[in-house]
């Protein structure tokens, strides 16, 4: 991957603030970055190989800048633990927090983030979690600067029982298990750990509620 077409990236999809660092961090331990569709499962991913020039960080395309700013450090904190660790470390263990911290530190201000995110960022950064989206309300603050904001719904707003729609799909909503809600597709009832904080369309509440 480029400069120039990493630079790129990062320009479209950061706050302006933090653009020169993100790209700095690319240029010490480079890596091949790719947009992707948007994804109900995760935000973004990484995957490391023994040759550093081909580890490859995935962001989906579609999250606000002070997300896709999170994400992007969350996973230039995997590839760091990776090479410095390799195997030996978990995946979301004390090296990663102690990694992820310390890349963020540098723009954990409110150069960068509004106010609110801020709050919430500092507060999550304590003890980072796999997913952001674990922070219930960390979620609801970044989500107010999704393109086109309104009110959204999610997962965990749903009774359980509800019909939703998911990336064309239809879903029951289950019982919560910490992070995630045990779903059956309707079509296949083949079962699925959703996000609960996945957003929904189409809810048809259950009239249990």
């Known amino acids: 991957m480029t400069e120039t077409t990493l630079r790129k990236i990062i320009d479209n999809h950061v706050p302006p603030t933090a653009a020169s660092y993100a790209f700095q961090l690319w240029k ?3 890596f091949v970055l790719k947009i ?3 994804r109900s499962s995760k935000v ?3 995957t490391g190989c023994r040759h550093h020039t081909t580890h490859r960080i995935t962001i989906n395309h579609d999250l606000n800048p ?3 700013l999170i994400t992007y450090l ?6 760091r633990t990776f090479l410095h660790y390799g195997t030996r470390a978990e995946p979301h263990g004390e090296e990663w927090k ?3 911290r310390n890349l963020l530190s540098p723009v954990l201000n409110d150069q960068v983030f509004p106010p609110r995110i801020l709050h919430r960022l500092t507060l999550h950064m304590a003890n980072p979690k796999a997913s952001s989206f674990a922070d219930r309300e960390l979620t609801i603050a970044l989500r107010e600067y999704d393109p086109g904001a309104t009110h959204h719904t999610t997962v ?9 729609k998911l990336q064309g799909k239809y879903f029951r909503k289950g019982k919560l298990r910490r992070t995630r809600v045990l779903c059956r597709e309707v079509r296949t009832r083949r079962q699925y750990l959703v996000p609960a904080e996945a957003l929904v369309t189409e809810a048809q509440l259950s009239l249990l509620c």
Do not use: W
């Open 156 to 164: 965990a707003d749903l009774p359980e029982g509800s019909v939703f």
């Open 44 to 46: 973004g991913d990484f």
């Open 74 to 79: 969350h996973e230039v904190a995997h590839l």
């Open 36 to 38: 992707t569709r948007s």
């Open 66 to 68: 002070y997300l896709f």
């Open 28 to 30: 010490e331990t480079p």
């Open 98 to 100: 102690r990694i992820f």
